[in-house]
């Protein structure tokens, strides 16, 4: 299984700043996404981070919000910008193998408050 | 549209009563995926089991033992003789072959808290 950190692990931000968020994964991955945790609520997938190449976001995200980079197989950031009250929330990394059947592992997550 | 759906909110047991969570899912793919994921208060997910659309038989892990049923679109999972550290968030998700869409679908989430 794969072993995968973030950072931050939390962090308190002010209205209309961005955060960039970092995913690490411990060995070579085909599959990286990203989700979005609002209080309470279950797991929303924002994107599905290409390696090389742009990311393809779900419905109701956009790039100019939520721009990802994967640079390699083992790395990846979400960027939430331009930041509002309603963007606070725990974002997950996710990773696994290429194929429905594989299991998704996930990273600790990032706890975001806006202010 | 695939959909999960997991009616208990909240279940709240006092340590060593079996309990089973519920998961109804909806798809239109005849090859799909099924998962359960705990989230324990520290708020990381971890992986518990998969099944697919051609395995119906039963699993039992330990404690954990999984139903999965066609008929009624259902995997439930139960925790049998539970313990306080099974206090978690638990989600069930499906992922599907036909659309190859890789991403889980979760659903809402039971919150199990076992009193001790």
């Known amino acids: 299984s794969a072993v995968i950190s973030q950072k931050p692990s939390r962090d308190i931000c002010q209205r209309g700043t961005s955060l960039t968020i970092q995913c690490q994964v411990d060995?070579?991955?085909?599959?990286m996404f990203w989700y979005r945790q609002q209080p309470g609520q279950s797991l929303t997938l924002i994107a599905t981070?290409?390696?090389?190449?742009?990311?393809?976001?779900e419905s109701g995200f956009v790039i100019d919000k939520f721009p990802i980079s994967r640079p390699n197989l083992t790395f990846s950031t979400l960027t939430v910008s331009n930041m509002s009250p309603e963007d606070s929330s725990i974002y997950l990394c996710?990773?696994?193998?290429?194929?429905?059947?594989?299991?998704?592992?996930f990273g600790p997550g990032t706890r975001l408050t806006v202010l | 549209a695939q959909k999960v759906t997991q009616a208990q909110t909240e279940i709240s047991v006092v340590e060593k009563e079996d309990v089973t969570l519920d998961c109804v899912y909806e798809?239109?793919?005849?090859?799909?995926?099924l998962f359960w994921y705990k989230q324990p208060p520290s708020g990381e997910l971890v992986f518990l089991i998969r099944?697919?659309?051609?395995?119906?038989q039963n699993e039992i892990s330990g404690r954990y033992s999984w139903n999965f049923q066609k008929s009624t679109s259902s995997f439930n999972f139960t925790i049998t003789a539970s313990q306080v550290v099974d206090s978690a968030v638990y989600f069930c998700?499906?992922?599907?072959?036909?659309?190859?869409?890789?991403?889980?679908?979760f659903g809402s989430g039971t919150r199990l808290q076992v009193q001790p």
């Open positions: 996710s990773a696994g193998e290429q194929g429905p059947y594989n299991e998704q592992f």
């Open positions: 060995s070579q991955v085909t599959m």
């Open positions: 981070a290409n390696q090389g190449s742009e990311a393809t976001y």
């Open positions: 798809t239109r793919d005849t090859t799909y995926y």
């Open positions: 099944r697919n659309s051609f395995d119906e």
């Open positions: 998700a499906l992922s599907e072959k036909r659309t190859g869409r890789r991403a889980l679908t």
